[in-house]
Structure formats: C-alpha cells, structure tokens
DNA sequence: GCAAAAGTGTTCTGTCTACACCCATGT
DNA sequence: ACATGGGTGTAGACAGAACACTTTTGC
C-alpha cells in the first residue's frame, strides 16, 4: 500500500522548486543564474529556486520562483525531473522538483543585474549543489522538444517572423536548417497563424508576422519535426 | 538563489515513491494494485508505495518498494513523474514521486496474493489518492516508449521469440502489426541476439529464441518504431 | 499428410532532403 | 540600381506500409 503513515516529521526531507530558464539573448541560448547570498555555495551561481510552501502546487512554485526572478508570468513551464540523490544538500537531505522555462527576452520586467545574470550554455561557471547536471539535462530535454513539438515559439515574442523562428531553432539545435524545409515543416504543423501585419525595420523585403495559435500550443503527434 | 534556508521541519512536506508496475499477464497488460491496509482509504487499491528513508536515493526507494511487493530486482524503471497537489492525501502534505517498471511475470518470486493482486488496465478498481491519475499518466508514457524505444523487452523473460515479442507490443498498443515490418525494424534496431537455441513446445515450426543485448537497452535515437 | 506456427521479399506510396532563383523594400 | 532579407517549387532518395507464400515441426 501506499503512504501508508506518516514518517515523523524529523525524517522528512526539505523539498524544493528549481528552475533552468532559458531565454534567446544577443543570438545565443542562455540560462540565467543567480549568485547565492547565503552557505552553502555562498558566492556560487546557481539556478532559481527555493522551497515550496506548504499548501502550494509544486508548478506554482516553480511559476513563483520565475515570477520573482523575472516579474514574468504565462510562460512555458514543464517539470523536468526530480533529483533527490541522499547528499546533493551537504546540510541536509534536499529533494529538488526541477522545471524548466522558456521565456522571451523582451518579456523579462523586472532582473535584478546585482545577482542575476544570463549565461550561454557553452560557458557555465561553477554551478552550486547539482544544478551543473540539472542544466545539461533540461538542455537535453529542450533540444528533444524542439524536434518533436512546437515549443520554440515560447522563447519568441508574441509576433515573430519565420526567419526568427528558424534562427531560434538553429541557436538551439546548433545546426544549419534548409529555410524551405523549415517553412513547409512549420506551417504544415499548423500551429502558426498569419497576422496580416507585417515586419519592416532593416533592409529587405517586409516579412509577415506570425503568431502562434493558443489551441495548438500543445504536443505534437505526427512525427518528428527536424529528424 | 536556490534552497537559501532550510525551512522548519513542520512545513515540511512528506515524500513518498509510488511504482506502477506493469506486466503481461494471460495476454493482457496488467498493473499491480494492494488493498490499503490503513486509513485513509482503508480497503481501496493503490499502487505500491511509501516513504523514503533518510538517506536512500529515490530510485533505490522505488527499487526497494518493487523488490518488497514482487520479489524482483533488476527491472526496468523509470522516473515517471512527481505529483504534488497540496490535497492528494487528506492527511497533509504529500509529495510523491512517481516510477513505472517493466517486468517478466515468470520472474516474480513473491507475491502475497491476499494483498497484491494484478487489474488489467480497462477494468482497474477505484483506486487511492490520485492513482488513477498516475496509473493513466504510466499507460500513456510505456506507449510512447514503446514506439520510440526498445524497452518492450522488459516485459518478456530472458529469451523470447519475436513472434512473443510481437505480440507484447501488440497488447499493449492495442493494434495489430505485420509481421514482416515487425521483425524487420526489430531486428534493424540492433538490439537482440541470436542465442542459438530454438523454443520448441506446441505445435509448429520453433522459433529461434532471442536474449537482448545489455549494452543496446537504451533509448533509441533513430526514428520511431512504429509510426 | 495436415494442422500450426515460423520465417522470408518486393512493390508502392508518401515524406524528407537537397538545391537556386525571383520578390519587395530601403538607401 | 543595388544591397538586403523574404519568399517560393521540384526531382531524387529513402523509409514505411501493404501484401502471400514456403518451411519446419507435432500429431
């Protein structure tokens, strides 16, 4: 049976919300981290995080820990995984439900600069606790959606041309895509719809903007996007 | 920054591990329920869990709950998901973290059938907490699994025949597959091998038997199994 | 020799990939 | 008029789906 009884609670563990939250700044995927003001770790980065109070959902804590460090609300959050190994707390034992974030760049209202900071992936500094191998697995997972679903949309602004997005996807995915591949791939699934506005800021031909359909934000069934 | 304090004991959540444990019993799929022995739900069914110890990893506590209720260890398990609904237990607050596993019926070595006993997954009881919920989350992601990944072996004793193979993926894709593709993409996958030996028992031709290779269990990078 | 299950190839169809040029605008 | 980025179609390769007969054994 299950939960059969309570363990006194001297025997439970702290459990906590961490968040890797990604973002595209100046072409590059970054996560943002934040320096620790308290030990352990004090003065290392690590991801957003933090306990979870006692009568709050598990993702509205994540949703709450992004809310604090961005003043950004609405955005794509999954749970990830949860890491609990018996001494990745040095003080006590921690079980961590780890989610991850994708969220435009221009959305972000609030970051404090003093303790938060974006960094691309490829040049991480020291991580606190596990939060190293929590990162490189939400990197994992976001590359996996990437090909399988829709969710590259979620690190865009509300309006995006085709060509951010196919940038975005090739920043991720860290390869070259055919541009009329991408486009038959992407409008094929549907989820994009043309808003009749049109983009003209640089050079060049005007672009249509896009936006994406609430009703098809979710999984895709067919098969893989980028094979 | 993430887990800054360590909050008191007394709003500590407490965390348990619950394993929906599948396998193929008289042809069907089926999941190992237990009567609760305790309040609350006292007579309903659940899946198999409980807390875990002070200093026990998380995989090694839904190890322990499997190896406790079967008799088995070395089966194949997963982290699932973690459900975290401040009233799933109307006692206070629980966390569970939940594993599925795949394992042979023939190698069950204990089973305390006034307990334990195995519901095929369209006639399941009501069932505990959200169990349903997280039983249902299971079937959905041992499907996708299985499309994409191998682990469809799990569920078969050492060696088996392809056309027992086939028919596990049957069952539990509830669809039927041609043979010929069937063993084809199987056996392109690269993931089992001859052993040499023939099973001989009923009626018609034997079969070759197969073993799978240890080092080919993992997830499969290619392309869907089965589209 | 027949019932029962194992084993085996080929054709067709649809999807993915590779690839090059014209279009609309700003300067 | 030219530079800049936006937008479009097609042929060949490849993978998936559909499909029927032969082989080996037990009785």
Chains 1, 2 share one sequence.
Do not use: C
Not at 15 to 26: A, G, H, P, Q
Not at 118 to 127: H, R, T, V
Not at 179 to 190: D, G, P, Q
Request: aromatic share 12%; net charge negative.
């Amino acid at each position: 049976m299950s939960e059969g009884f309570l363990p006194p609670v001297e025997d439970r563990p702290a459990v906590t919300v961490d968040v890797v939250i990604f973002s595209l700044v100046e072409d590059d995927l970054k996560v943002l981290l934040v320096q620790r003001d308290r030990q352990p770790f004090l003065g290392q980065w690590g991801i957003p995080g933090g306990f979870v109070y006692r009568h709050e959902a598990l993702e509205s804590a994540a949703a709450r820990k992004l809310d604090d460090e961005t003043g950004v609300k609405n955005v794509y959050l999954e749970q990830l995984y949860t890491f609990g190994s018996p001494n990745r707390d040095p003080r006590s034992r921690v079980i961590t439900v780890a989610y991850f974030a994708l969220l435009p760049y221009a959305a972000i209202r609030e970051l404090d600069e003093a303790r938060a900071s974006w960094f691309p992936l490829n040049a991480l500094p020291p991580l606190a606790f596990d939060h190293e191998e929590i990162v490189q697995y939400a990197l994992t997972r976001l590359r996996y959606k990437l090909e399988y679903t829709t969710v590259g949309f979620r690190l865009l602004p509300d309006l995006f041309t085709l060509s951010e997005l196919q940038k975005a996807y090739e920043i991720i995915l860290d390869e070259r895509l055919d541009k009329r591949n991408f486009r038959r791939k992407i409008l094929a699934a549907e989820i994009l719809q043309e808003t009749g506005q049109m983009k003209r800021d640089g050079e060049g031909r005007p672009a249509k903007l896009y936006g994406y359909r609430d009703d098809a934000i979710t999984e895709i069934k067919t098969r893989r996007l980028f094979p």
